[in-house]
């Protein structure tokens, strides 16, 4: 495998840089627990919110003596960040726990991850090597990739041709298509108040590079090129009302929103399908894939996913029986019927997996039931997406705690109460004010 094959090393950007010393402040190494007693099997808690990880864990339990799994399912990404941060404060974090790629610098700073690197290094030619550094933080391994996430907008074939649009090839094309739609109370997209992963995933493609590493400190810059081109495309569809502003806490809202057109396109990778497949009643087969939009002048390039860099399974470092957890995360990422199960939309969270060979599962994460006739023309969008991501992002060792906090400034963005250049001056003098709080050393 090449490992500049940029379909094989999108997720490195998620630890680009951090192996100086010195960078993670406090950074928790691995404890000398003792593994538990026992003379029955172990029984280790494990935390997720993606779909079909039931199924996986009731495979898992039905095959092993030894180990078994008690899943708690938690509501979603966010959610669990703030789960995890009140358990491992308690000392009842669960040893197992799903998670992505932008979190894990932060967990490990803060001492909350088990180096795994003993029980797990002989298994990665599995793996892709990119979705693989995704759960590497100075050379040591905290977390067993579970999936990649290619990134490509996916839109209402009957709403456009009935208003006589074309899948917008750029963000242009797209505002354009925004502003007739508008015409017919349809928006072109919904952007959450509490989500500003939108401001994030553009960034991402612009080339934007929040957190750097600059000799042994952290460079941060929320105002370089690349952020600026992201947040005018944003400000452009905020000022003219072309979004929805559908919250995901009411997520039967948010689908059916789609499924009656109230909103006609999102950009999303393939574990986002599930939802929609889940939920529709009215709209199979109205559905079709197209390239994630580029900016105007340039070639395609898309964000290492909407979902962050792919997921992971890590293991705690309260966990008393690490190596069996770590064997637990490797089975659920690599057994076939287990990678199938979560790769379809049907049965799982359409997740692509994260192993080497994960383009063979492109037709198992995507929906033919949701696409209907547009269905193998869909395969080759996916595929080329993984060729043209753009792998120079780095996140940074406060990242739980800039995220919750840009999420609070993006709702005054989302309701105009504030432009998106007034938020990000506002992150870039907290994140810096945050880092050096926590004792890092900052550049910004």
């Not at 590497?136 to 999936?147: E, N």
């Not at 508008?182 to 939108?198: Q, R």
């Not at 994030?200 to 612009?206: D, G, K, R, T």
């Not at 950009?267 to 929609?276: D, K, N, V």
Request: hydrophobic share 35%.
């Amino acid at each position: 495998m090449n490992f500049t094959n940029p379909r094989r090393r999108f997720a490195r950007a998620a630890v680009a840089g951090i192996a100086l010393t010195g960078l993670l402040a406090a950074c928790g190494g691995p404890g000398d627990d003792e593994p538990a007693e026992s003379s029955g099997p172990v029984t280790l808690d494990f935390w997720g919110w993606a779909n079909g990880q039931e199924a996986v864990v009731k495979a898992f339990n039905a095959s092993h003596k030894d180990i078994q799994l008690k899943y708690t399912k938690v509501t979603d990404q966010l959610t669990m960040q703030k789960q995890l941060t009140n358990a491992v404060k308690a000392g009842n974090a669960p040893c197992l726990m799903q998670n992505t790629g932008e979190y894990v610098t932060s967990w490990v700073s803060q001492g909350a991850l088990a180096d795994i690197t003993e029980y797990v290094e002989g298994e990665k030619d599995k793996f892709n090597p990119g979705s693989w550094a995704t759960g590497q933080v100075q050379g040591k391994v905290y977390g067993v990739p579970t999936a990649s996430a290619p990134a490509f907008t996916i839109y209402r074939t009957d709403l456009f041709k009935k208003y006589d649009l074309e899948p917008p090839q750029t963000w242009d094309d797209f505002i354009a298509a925004g502003k007739e739609l508008k015409k017919h109370d349809i928006k072109v997209t919904n952007y959450a108040g509490e989500d500003p992963s939108t401001l994030e995933v553009l960034a991402m493609q612009a080339g934007a590079k929040w957190y750097a590493v600059e000799g042994d400190s952290w460079a941060v810059n929320f105002k370089d090129e690349g952020t600026l081109k992201a947040a005018d495309v944003i400000q452009q569809i905020i000022d003219n009302d072309l979004n929805s502003k559908l919250s995901f806490a009411d997520y039967a809202a948010v689908q059916r929103n789609y499924d009656n057109g109230g909103t006609a396109t999102r950009q999303i990778s393939t574990w986002q399908m599930s939802g929609m497949v889940q939920n529709f009643t009215k709209s199979f087969g109205d559905w079709a894939l197209s390239p994630w939009p580029t900016f105007k002048g340039e070639a395609p390039k898309t964000p290492a996913g909407t979902n962050q860099s792919g997921n992971l399974t890590l293991v705690s470092e309260q966990c008393k029986n690490k190596e069996q957890a770590a064997q637990a995360a490797l089975w659920m990422s690599t057994d076939t019927g287990a990678v199938k199960t979560m790769a379809s939309p049907e049965t799982g969270s359409g997740v692509m997996p994260a192993l080497a060979d994960s383009d063979a599962y492109v037709s198992e994460a995507i929906s033919e039931k949701l696409l209907g006739k547009n269905y193998e023309p869909a395969k080759k969008i996916v595929t080329d997406s993984l060729s043209t991501i753009n792998t120079d992002w780095t996140f940074g060792p406060n990242w739980t705690a800039m995220f919750t906090e840009m999420q609070d400034e993006w709702a005054k963005v989302v309701n105009k109460e504030q432009k998106v250049t007034d938020l990000l001056d506002h992150m870039q003098q907290w994140t810096v004010n945050d880092l050096k709080q926590r004792g890092i050393s900052v550049k910004g």
